[in-house]
């Protein structure tokens, strides 16, 4: 990570559409990876031979990665810029995803994925603080909309990706694709992203200062309140995700190209949200998009819990319980956005502790809600109503506290 292989270039005084892109399609690595290879796990436990269900201990090692290496990329972008730390991570993803790829004991299948996220997670961490390093307040939030519609939509259409990847291939093919992501991030970092963080503004990495950092991100009423909101539209997402296979390709019976298919419809709900919070966000502010979206999100959530407990969001309705999930998944394209921009308010010159710690609470807030619909009989809809309406309950109950935190800028009203 020498200044010679990375020169520093002053920052543009706002992004292009196209930078914007390509740091979406670098933020995806995290929920591509995390989703992509649900399809293959009948076939990556009979090929590991560890057992039924031992798959989803392999995403257990993925989260933890994603954990911890959030937690330790933000203070290294911090301290040696944006596009060097990216290159390094991206680097580790793509060593330890040919390793996943060509292993073939179970055990050394799950050390790879955890490299993997530790790498792969500085996609996740640093997009997020360049858009804060050039931009704040509504422009920022415009910026992130346009990030998150790349980011945000992986997760809905990567299941899909990898079914049409195994039917060409087996589940290894699916880790080679990462491979190639991973490489054509590192070239589209090194050649095309400007390093948006002088090196006047950068700070120290020792342990001591790195933790109270984080003391003090945490401990801000403002970025709490709204990082909260935004990890548990992370869960909402995951909750469905983590129990859709199980209700629509069992459950409802769904043929692989209508589970397709719906999960398209889903994030072209999302990007639909993601776009008008954006044309609308200079004029009426992302604070008010929030509320108005939760609002939005909370009476669909509660009719679908409703519907579900009473057994009419079944089997014999199919449709209702897709449109309930369509219009939650809707409202979170303007939830997520606004949030993550309104959490980093105060933290412009520390942009990418923040990011980490945001970034970290999300994906192990997020890995919960597998377990609370794991714990839910799975003969019914009520796991994927039940976990998803808990989320958007906790976004409400976030979102109480964060009124009561200090004034935003009138920027960000």
Same mark, same amino acid.
Request: aromatic share 10%; glycine share 10%; with cysteine.
């Given at each position: 990570?020498?200044?010679?292989?990375?020169?520093?270039?002053?920052?543009? =005084?706002?992004?292009?559409?196209?930078?914007?892109?390509?740091?979406? @399609?670098?933020?995806?690595?995290?929920?591509?990876?995390?989703?992509?290879?649900? =399809?293959?796990?009948?076939?990556?436990?009979?090929?590991?031979?560890?057992?039924?269900?031992? /798959?989803?201990?392999?995403? !257990?090692?993925?989260?933890?990665?994603?954990?911890?290496?959030?937690?330790?990329? &933000?203070?290294?972008?911090?301290?040696?810029?944006?596009?060097?730390? @990216?290159?390094?991570?991206?680097?580790?993803?793509?060593?330890?995803? !040919?390793?996943?790829?060509?292993?073939? +004991?179970?055990?050394?299948?799950?050390?790879?994925?955890?490299?993997? /996220?530790?790498?792969?997670?500085?996609?996740?961490?640093?997009?997020?603080?360049?858009?804060?390093?050039?931009?704040?307040?509504?422009?920022?939030?415009?910026?992130?909309?346009?990030?998150?519609?790349?980011? &945000?939509?992986?997760?809905?259409?990567?299941?899909?990706?990898?079914?049409?990847?195994?039917?060409?291939?087996?589940?290894?093919?699916?880790?080679?694709?990462?491979?190639?992501?991973?490489?054509?991030?590192?070239?589209?970092?090194?050649?095309?992203? =400007?390093?948006?963080?002088?090196?006047?503004?950068?700070?120290?990495?020792?342990?001591?200062?790195?933790?109270?950092?984080?003391?003090?991100?945490?401990?801000?009423?403002?970025?709490?309140?709204?990082?909260?909101?935004?990890?548990?539209?992370?869960? *909402?997402?995951?909750?469905?995700?983590?129990?859709?296979?199980? *209700?629509?390709?069992?459950?409802?019976?769904?043929?692989?190209?209508?589970?397709? !298919?719906?999960?398209?419809?889903?994030?072209?709900?999302?990007?639909?949200?993601?776009?008008? +919070?954006?044309?609308?966000?200079?004029?009426?502010?992302?604070?008010?998009?929030?509320?108005?979206?939760?609002?939005?999100?909370?009476?669909?959530?509660?009719?679908?819990?409703?519907?579900?407990?009473?057994?009419?969001?079944?089997?014999?309705?199919?449709?209702?319980?897709? /449109?309930?999930?369509?219009?939650?998944?809707?409202?979170?394209?303007?939830?997520? #956005?606004?949030?993550?921009?309104?959490?980093? #308010?105060?933290?412009?010159?520390?942009?990418?502790?923040?990011?980490?710690? @945001?970034?970290?609470?999300?994906?192990?807030?997020?890995?919960?809600? +597998?377990?609370?619909?794991?714990?839910?009989? %799975?003969?019914?809809?009520? =796991?994927?109503?039940?976990?998803?309406?808990?989320?958007?309950? /906790?976004?409400?109950?976030? +979102?109480?506290?964060?009124?009561?935190?200090?004034?935003?800028?009138?920027?960000? %009203?």
């Amino acid at each position: 990570m020498s200044a010679s292989l990375f020169p520093v270039t002053p920052p543009p =005084p706002r992004l292009s559409f196209l930078i914007v892109a390509l740091l979406g @399609l670098i933020s995806a690595i995290g929920p591509l990876s995390t989703d992509m290879y649900l =399809p293959a796990f009948p076939w990556i436990e009979r090929d590991l031979g560890a057992g039924e269900g031992s /798959a989803q201990f392999t995403l !257990v090692a993925w989260f933890l990665g994603l954990a911890v290496g959030q937690f330790s990329q &933000g203070p290294i972008s911090d301290r040696w810029g944006r596009r060097a730390p @990216l290159v390094a991570g991206l680097a580790v993803f793509t060593i330890a995803s !040919v390793g996943c790829a060509t292993v073939t +004991n179970y055990h050394l299948f799950c050390v790879c994925r955890f490299i993997a /996220a530790c790498g792969g997670s500085a996609s996740a961490v640093i997009p997020r603080a360049v858009v804060r390093d050039v931009a704040t307040g509504r422009e920022g939030a415009r910026m992130m909309a346009q990030l998150t519609l790349v980011f &945000g939509v992986m997760p809905v259409l990567a299941p899909s990706l990898g079914s049409a990847v195994l039917v060409f291939g087996n589940w290894r093919w699916i880790f080679w694709f990462a491979v190639a992501y991973g490489i054509a991030g590192m070239a589209v970092t090194t050649f095309v992203l =400007p390093d948006t963080l002088p090196p006047d503004l950068r700070r120290t990495l020792s342990p001591r200062a790195i933790l109270w950092r984080y003391i003090s991100i945490i401990q801000e009423p403002v970025f709490i309140t709204n990082g909260l909101i935004a990890s548990f539209s992370t869960f *909402v997402m995951f909750a469905y995700i983590g129990s859709a296979p199980v *209700v629509f390709e069992k459950l409802l019976g769904f043929s692989p190209r209508a589970f397709g !298919v719906f999960f398209g419809i889903n994030a072209a709900a999302f990007i639909l949200g993601t776009q008008i +919070n954006a044309r609308f966000v200079r004029q009426l502010g992302p604070a008010l998009l929030l509320e108005r979206a939760l609002i939005w999100a909370l009476c669909a959530a509660s009719l679908f819990v409703a519907f579900a407990f009473s057994g009419l969001a079944g089997q014999a309705h199919p449709l209702l319980i897709c /449109a309930f999930i369509t219009s939650i998944t809707g409202a979170l394209g303007f939830i997520g #956005t606004n949030a993550t921009v309104l959490s980093f #308010t105060h933290h412009g010159s520390q942009a990418g502790s923040a990011s980490a710690l @945001l970034g970290t609470m999300q994906f192990s807030i997020g890995a919960l809600s +597998n377990v609370l619909v794991g714990l839910m009989p %799975q003969n019914s809809a009520l =796991p994927t109503a039940v976990g998803m309406g808990a989320g958007v309950g /906790a976004m409400a109950l976030a +979102n109480l506290l964060r009124r009561r935190a200090p004034s935003l800028p009138a920027d960000l %009203q």
